[in-house]
C-alpha cells in the first residue's frame, strides 16, 4: 500500500513538474528539500506527531518554507499533509527521483560483484549498459557481496542479470536433483 501512495504520489508531482516545464528546477528543490530533511530529523518527528493538528502543522510548512521553495513544491507538501501522508515523503521523493532520471534517460545499474572492480572493469560494464540498454547515461552503484563467489548480478529496475558463480551452481544443484526426481 505505502509503495502505491509513493508511486501515485510520486507520479503527481513528476506531471506538475512536466507539465510546467519545471522538470529540472523541480529535481533540484526537491534534492536539496530532502538532504535539508534527512539533516533534520525532529521537523519530520514534528510533522508527523498525532498530537498537533493539521492546520497546526500547516502553519508550520508556511513558516518554514514559505518564500523559501517553489510554491509548487509547497502546495505539494501541504497536499501530502492535508490526505495524511507527509510520513510518505522519502517514498514520493524516490520515486519522483527515479522517474525524473527515466524521462531524462539515465538508467541506475546496481552492481554486486564478489571483488571490488577496477576502474576499468567498471568503465567497461558501464559501456556494455549503455549499449544493450535504452538509456542516454547510466548512475552506477557498486557493491561487492562475497556471496557470489565469482561473476556479477547487474540490477536496472526490475530486470536483474545474473552472472554469478553462486547463481551457477545452485542452477546446477537443481538440475541434478529434477534429474534425479525423474
Known sequence: ??????????????????????????????????????????????????????????????????????????GFLKLLLANDRYKDLDKVLEFFFGRVKEYKGIGIAWVSSALPLSDAQKAAVEKKLLETAKYKKMEMHYETDESLIGGMVIRIGDRVVNSSISYKLDSLKRSLLDSQAV
Open 1 to 74: 500500500m505505502a509503495k502505491l501512495v509513493a508511486n501515485t504520489y510520486g507520479e503527481a508531482l513528476f506531471s506538475l513538474a512536466v507539465e510546467e516545464n519545471k522538470v529540472d528546477a523541480l529535481y533540484e528543490e526537491a534534492l536539496s528539500l530532502s538532504g535539508i530533511l534527512k539533516e533534520n530529523p525532529d521537523f519530520d518527528t514534528l510533522m508527523n506527531h498525532p498530537k498537533i493538528t493539521s492546520e497546526e502543522k500547516e502553519k508550520v510548512l508556511e513558516e518554514v518554507f514559505d518564500g523559501r521553495i517553489s510554491r509548487e513544491l509547497e
